[in-house]
């Protein structure tokens, strides 16, 4: 699995506030903004994120988290997006902002429905679209190690640490090439497990993992 498709497994897992943080420094890296507002859509405009650095206070930035594995959560994304480009509208024609609307979104789409939600935009509200989705976020953050190191915070990822660096990659990479994102925990924990025992030499008593490997041991009996 490449290391693109292991970002977006980890995006694609993310709940709203927490793909906020990832929306926030993606932001923050990729344009240098610093003065970014979570506002939820509570304000008239009805937007998600607010950006208050020069020359930005009338750029539109919405947001979502919102599923669309199959049609019926594809219809209910679209509709989504067509609220919002509603708004960007009417935000445009009465209260003065952009036609620029900037789309967050935590899970894939295929290039084909980026196209044809642009042109719909465009054609039909007059609003420039971009939508910025996993996989755009996850080849452009191929170079960002905040949000790399972030996705892995929130995933639980960075509880699962040993002196070999290698070690630690060939876990994770393991752990997202045989499972879903929603089965992390229990996952790292059965790599951590498999690799342990494959490199151990000798028979080791459960006692004997404990004393070695606390943290790891109290997350796997846990679970049994």
Same mark, same amino acid.
């Given at each position: ?20 943080? +990832?929306? %926030? $420094? ?9 003065? +970014? ?19 930005? %206070? ?7 988290? *919102? ?5 019926? *959560? ?6 989504? @997006?067509?609220?919002?480009?509603? %708004?960007? %509208?009417?935000?445009? !024609? ?20 980026? /196209?044809?939600?642009?042109? $719909? ?14 996989? /755009? ?9 905040? @949000? *790399? ?31 879903? =994102?929603?089965?992390?925990?229990? *996952?790292? +924990? ?13 028979? +080791?008593?459960?006692? !004997?993992?404990?004393?070695?490997? =606390? =943290?790891?041991? /109290? ?6």
């Amino acid at each position: 699995m490449s290391k693109t498709q292991n970002l977006i497994n980890l995006l694609e897992a993310l709940e709203k506030k927490e793909f906020d943080k +990832i929306v %926030k $420094i993606y932001l923050a890296k990729e344009f240098n903004f610093k003065k +970014i507002v979570f506002t939820d859509g509570k304000d008239d405009t009805g937007l998600d994120i607010r950006v208050f650095d020069f020359g930005q %206070k009338k750029v539109q930035y919405q947001l979502t988290v *919102q599923k669309s594995a199959n049609s019926h *959560q594809m219809n209910g994304l679209i509709k989504k @997006i067509l609220e919002d480009l509603e %708004k960007a %509208k009417n935000n445009h !024609e009465k209260y003065g902002f952009d036609n620029k609307l900037f789309f967050f979104y935590s899970k894939e789409l295929t290039n084909k429905r980026i /196209r044809e939600l642009e042109k $719909i935009a465009f054609k039909d509200y007059g609003i420039n679209l971009e939508i910025i989705e996993a996989n /755009r976020i996850a080849e452009e953050s191929d170079n960002i190690i905040e @949000i *790399q190191s972030e996705l892995y915070q929130l995933n639980g990822l960075d509880k699962f640490k040993v002196e070999d660096s290698s070690f630690e990659n060939n876990l994770l990479y393991d752990l997202l090439s045989f499972g879903r =994102p929603t089965e992390f925990k229990t *996952q790292v +924990i059965d790599s951590f497990m498999l690799q342990f025992f494959y490199k151990s030499d000798e028979n +080791i008593s459960k006692d !004997e993992l404990k004393a070695e490997h =606390p =943290p790891i041991c /109290r997350a796997v009996f846990s679970l049994n």
